[in-house]
């Protein structure tokens, strides 16, 4: 596995992509849109040796989930040129300027806050978190300069730490405050949103599993949030999800409860003994004092018929999982996945790095501020974005053997 980045230099609190675009939230209270497209331009004006691979790597990895660039790319000759293409740029780590490229600035959030603690794009809307609110702005993506309103949106009046959005809903993570959800986001003509309303006690992040909100108020204490949810009408879009929710279940269960005859032996002490939980959709990580990771999957039975209350979900083994039985190693702050490679990204009190069946390799080494993967994106999911004290990070992972 090899790991081709480029760093710009520059003061941002968060950084996300989107679109063909990379967003940069500035400490200076300002939002900064550069096209990726003219990023990878720029560095093969400067770099020619960089050219062609570099253009897949960052502006066209589509690739990825394309079967016939794949097949490409098996072709012996073809194959060669890009080996030989990934040992020219594998210790290549170019230092570029954000006034090497075109940018879009948008102002209109000065004043509004101090600090972007996360953020998220969802069906076109930008949610960031921050030291005071949640905020969203609703931009137009499909000019070719993007184009924003006078004004942005403030939807709570307290800190927001973490994000997370699907189903046409956004949930934000305001630790010892609780976690907010409004459901319906993008109503049709004449509605108007809705406010966040409080749907669980202290929360740090939260997660999806299945169509269900998996709640962290602590980083070894998830809890499951049943919901409902309907169709998506003609007439809305939610990217590519066809269900929106509806509702929350008031009961709220952590996760270890849902301990049945299939579940394998010993699967509630995992949680309870775990210094950390992670999970991806069903498959949930814990890591535990020995820094090696284990694997359940949260199993929802077949249910027909909508007359009757919906079985609960069982955990299960799952020994397939590429990530079970692998070791970590120092202390982990947080984690992302890359399901595309059964990867895990994750960071440490000076490091990021990537873990793999081939092991773990270094991504960067010093602290981050804020570290992102796409893992439910088509063209972004084998990049990383890991924003650090004096600029951004971009990552592509590629699989030399692919």
Same mark, same amino acid.
């Given at each position: 596995m090899k790991a081709i980045k480029f760093f710009i230099r520059g003061d941002f609190d968060s950084a996300y992509l989107y679109r063909g675009r990379l967003i940069l939230f500035s400490r200076f209270s300002c939002i900064a849109i550069l096209e990726l497209s003219d990023i990878v331009d720029k560095i093969q004006e400067k770099f020619p040796y960089t050219a062609p691979f570099i253009e897949w790597c960052f502006a066209k990895n589509e690739w990825l989930s394309n079967d016939q660039s794949r097949s490409l790319l098996k072709h012996p000759l073809l194959f060669?040129?890009?080996? &030989? $293409?990934?040992?020219t740029v594998q210790? $290549?780590?170019?230092? @570029?300027? @954000?006034t090497d490229f075109r940018v879009i600035l948008y102002e209109a959030v000065k004043n509004c806050f101090d600090t972007v603690l996360d953020c998220v794009i969802y069906n076109g809307r930008i949610y960031f978190a921050t030291d005071n609110s949640l905020y969203h702005i609703d931009a137009d993506w499909l000019r070719k300069r993007v184009a924003f309103p006078p004004t942005l949106t403030k939807r709570l009046d307290t800190r927001c730490v973490s994000l997370s959005a699907r189903?046409?809903?956004?949930?934000?993570?305001?630790? !010892?405050?609780?976690?907010?959800?409004?459901?319906?986001?993008f109503p049709t003509t004449g509605e108007s949103f809705r406010e966040p309303s409080i749907i669980d006690g202290p929360s740090w992040k939260s997660? $999806?599993?299945?169509?269900?909100?998996?709640?962290?108020?602590?980083?070894? !204490?998830? &809890? @499951?949030?049943?919901?409902?949810?309907?169709?998506?009408?003609?007439?809305?879009?939610?990217? &590519?999800?066809?269900?929106? @929710?509806?509702?929350?279940?008031?009961?709220?269960q952590p996760l270890s409860s849902f301990v049945g005859k299939e579940s394998p032996a010993g699967a509630n002490a995992r949680f309870e003994d775990s210094r950390l939980v992670f999970n991806l959709n069903q498959n949930f990580y814990t890591v535990n004092s020995n820094n090696e990771i284990d694997s359940v999957k949260l199993s929802y039975p077949r249910h027909s018929n909508r007359d009757e209350p919906a079985p609960e979900p069982q955990l299960r083994a799952n020994p397939q999982n590429a990530l079970s039985s692998q070791k970590l190693i120092d202390e982990v702050l947080s984690t992302c996945t890359m399901p595309v490679y059964d990867g895990l990204v994750f960071e440490t009190c000076d490091s990021v790095k990537f873990l793999s069946k081939d092991g773990i390799i270094t991504l960067i080494d010093e602290a981050a501020v804020a570290v992102k993967t796409y893992p439910k994106s088509i063209d972004y999911q084998n990049l990383v974005t890991v924003v650090v004290e004096d600029g951004v990070w971009l990552i592509c992972m590629v699989d030399e053997n692919v």
């Open positions: 060669r040129l890009f080996n &030989r $293409w990934l040992t210790n $290549w780590q170019p230092d @570029l300027e @954000l189903y046409g809903a956004i949930n934000a993570s305001s630790a !010892h405050d609780g976690l907010f959800s409004a459901f319906n986001e997660d $999806w599993c299945s169509y269900d909100i998996v709640n962290y108020d602590a980083s070894f !204490h998830p &809890r @499951l949030l049943r919901t409902t949810r309907e169709p998506v009408s003609k007439e809305k879009t939610y990217e &590519r999800d066809k269900l929106f @929710l509806t509702s929350v279940s008031e009961v709220k």
